[in-house]
């Protein structure tokens, strides 16, 4: 059971806007900025996003992040075969010492 | 360019120890944070373990407090797991994670826990 908590799946056909969802709690997402990773199959995780809605240099701006309270929102537009990936958010949790915390994970599926 | 680099993993019986390795180049080791962050069979990360810039404050998931070291030397640009008493649960790619929100990544090192 993750802290913050992702739909296991979603999925869009080429050229969709397809969102993705992450929620958590007051002593996370609620006080501290959150980032979004992309893990491609067999590969490592990349920064996709970060402090909320910030995309690294590299990260087209198909990517965006959203946050509002104690969810977040990563949003993919113009879908692409090779966005098919898993995608995972994070942020810091204030509570019991300190943590960092992740998602469960979205599997998204392009169709 | 930004390197991280795991070594150290491999098969080990359970309640056995072993040690992580992450060399870092092409950033400022010493300014950043550094991270571990592991991925078991099939499932999603999981944070294990960060460690100041200094060294002086570090943070454990609560699952590895007590059994799992993170240190770290600048002078080297190396960062460090020392995994003591492993359990079967342990097992999983482990992660070298640089910077504050986990910029940059290395390409893993597998841990198997097993008899």
């Known amino acids: 059971q993750s802290v913050l908590t992702q739909p296991p799946s979603a999925s869009g056909t080429p050229g969709q806007r397809v969102t993705i969802s992450c929620s958590g709690s007051?002593?996370?997402?609620?006080?501290?900025?959150v980032s979004w990773y992309q893990q491609l199959p067999g590969t490592a995780p990349k920064l996709l996003i970060y402090?909320?809605?910030q995309r690294p240099s590299g990260v087209p701006d198909r990517f965006s992040g959203s946050k509002s309270g104690t969810s977040a929102s990563l949003a993919i537009s113009g879908l692409q075969s090779e966005d098919e990936a898993d995608y995972y958010c994070?942020?810091?949790?204030?509570?019991?010492?300190?943590?960092?915390?992740f998602g469960g994970g979205t599997k998204l599926t392009v169709l | 360019e930004v390197q991280l680099v795991e070594s150290g993993g491999g098969l080990v019986q359970p309640g056995g120890s072993l040690r992580l390795s992450c060399a870092a180049s092409?950033?400022?080791?010493?300014?950043?944070?550094m991270n571990w962050v592991r991925q078991g069979p099939g499932e999603g990360l999981e944070w294990v373990a960060s460690?100041?810039?200094?060294?002086?404050?570090?943070h454990y998931v609560d699952s590895v407090k007590g059994r799992f070291t993170i240190s770290r030397d600048n002078a080297k640009n190396s960062m460090y797991l020392q995994m003591d008493s492993l359990r079967a649960e342990d097992t999983a790619v482990y992660y070298c994670?640089?910077?504050?929100?986990?910029?940059?990544w290395g390409q893993g090192t597998l841990v198997t826990v097993s008899s």
């Open positions: 994070a942020a810091w949790d204030d509570s019991l010492n300190g943590r960092w915390v």
């Open positions: 402090s909320n809605n």
């Open positions: 994670a640089s910077h504050d929100q986990f910029d940059y």
């Open positions: 007051s002593s996370n997402i609620g006080r501290n900025p």
């Open positions: 092409g950033f400022t080791f010493s300014s950043y944070w």
């Open positions: 460690i100041k810039r200094d060294g002086s404050e570090k």
